[in-house]
């Protein structure tokens, strides 16, 4: 029962949850979209900012081996301007050494100071070269003499006085009179910038490279590597590309010499290496990837509770619908069942009425007809408006003659109006057409409601009815219109006013009956013929309240039928059957066919019916809709089925 209700539910709701849940994958993807992109944007200067640090870093190292050989020089130069004697020159390169193993920024660094001066070979501290040993073969040497004053620094090497790996900077020296006096270098240790390299990483993943100037590794996490050439390394080769066409600064996408997808970011240092940053590619792209899922799982799991809710409304919705359904069906059974018998009460007091009967009876009678008859209406409209909130009201359209509906209201809304001691004020449009199509019944409603509202809320004074023609976007429209000097409305009680089962002012309106269905009902009808109903009011002048109806013209030739019908009479030697189960309902009628010397013939039953339609001739038919069996419809069209013209015309109206 229940699987069943929540199939029901989706099938009915089918392309609400269709569209729901192509919000929320929409919304999933473009959340996607969007955070990947802040996130990808967040990376890439994260990585920036990581390369920046690191270059900087090893740009402080490098810049202190360079101080360090400058300070040297200057030093250097002084005492060869002083013609310091070249055994005493040794001296000043020891304390230069010194000096650099207490210097806080250069002490990890410094190797030692040495150089050759007037083609002698001087090094500070007690380092003897080996045998053989050339200083113009040297590196730091040969770099210096081409770079012709400006400071070289050399590619590293293996040194031989500290035995580790170092490199150097060196320059030629000029005295005060310009003579080339040799050449000066100071080494430095690698492992301080190894070391820095080797520390450097993207979120603790990756690694960092350095690359000589020409190319050559200086350092990489697989040792076997270092001191060879980039072109070694074949997954290097974009890299390489890159770096021969001066690109720095741009992710580089390469497969690592592990075979890893990686991104590679590189940039130049001041002396010529080339440092860069490999991360693999998935760790990089990490907190996106993980993030994808993260929103599809949050995103899914409010998918499937806002279908969840939706459905469950939606059971809601059916289980109230079912209910009011019911409620509705059992409300108009209900007042069916009611009604019956209460125009029963009031026909058999119509009937006597006309009897023989003292003051008090006459009294006691009017009493019953009064009472009844204002039960009745409330049935009615309960009826109404559970008809029309079941869905179940339908218009029965016919032609009808328009003035003599007029007249017909005329004259209750005089008997009204008489009884309150009001004057009534009545006029239609002459230029009206007189037949119209459409259910009359219904549009005597709506206006009888409106008079008998007028009616009720007006204590002294005038009520005016006036039916006119008018044009509405080029249509033209029946407005009725009520006018009263009645009680008003307040205004903040107009918006209640066509609500169900609202009665506005209730403390003035006491010992006023009514159900607060009436303007709904009236409402609900003019909506259902494609009409409108509007109002103006003054709180205690009086009211005006207007219903505009389409003006369906009759068809002329229906409408001369009509003309025909409506002039003949109901004579007295006619023969009339009429039709119901309710054995009441038919003392009434025959009472009161009686009351026009009419004596008319009794069914019980559709089939009584038929029996005695077929036997006899008769003239006219009251049938009854609701009876058990074959009901009237059914007893009608049975009845037009039998062969012949008599059965096809004989006029049959529904008693209801
Ligand atoms: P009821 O059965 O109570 O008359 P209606 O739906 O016809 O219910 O009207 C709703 C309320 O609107 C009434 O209770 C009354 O307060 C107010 N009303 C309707 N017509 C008029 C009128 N002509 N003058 C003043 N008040 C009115």
Redesign the pocket.
Known sequence: MQRSRYRDAIRANYAELLFTCAAFIALGAVCCWYLSGMMRKQMDLYSESVMTVSQAHLQALINADEMALHDSAVTVVEALNYGVPREKLKDVFTELSNNFLEQRNVKELFAAVYGSIDGQFIVGGDWIPPEGYDPAQRPWYVGAVRYKGLAYSSEPYKDLITGEMACSVSKVLFDKDGVDRGVLSVSFLLDPVLKLVQSISFAEEGYGVLFDRSLRVISHPDKSFIGRHMTDIPSYEKIRENLAMNIFGTQLQITDYTGEDCLAFFSRLRNGWYIGLIVPYDRYYSDIYSMIPTISATGLVFMVMLCFILINLSIAKMRSDEENRSKSSFLASMSHEIRTPMNAIIGMADLMRTDNLDETQREYLVDIKKTSGALLNIIN?ILDFSKIEAGKMALVQTHYNLFTLFDNIRSIAEFFTAEKALRLECDIDETLPRVLYGDEGRVRQIIM?LVS??V???HKGQVSLRLRRTTKNERDYLAVSVE?T????KKEDFPR?FESF????KDK?RG?T???????ITKRLADLMGGEIFFE?EYGRG?V?TVLLPLEEGDPFKADILKRRTRCSVSQDARILVVDDNALNLTVAQGFLARHGVRAETAVSGEEAIEKIYTARYDLVFMDHMMPGMDGIETVHRIRALPGAYYADLPIVALS
């Open positions: 409209d409601n509202n007028a009720k809320y007006t009263d009645g009680i008003g409305i006013l609202e009665q506005v002012d309106n006023i009514g159900t607060g269905l009436g303007l709904p009011s009211s309240f």
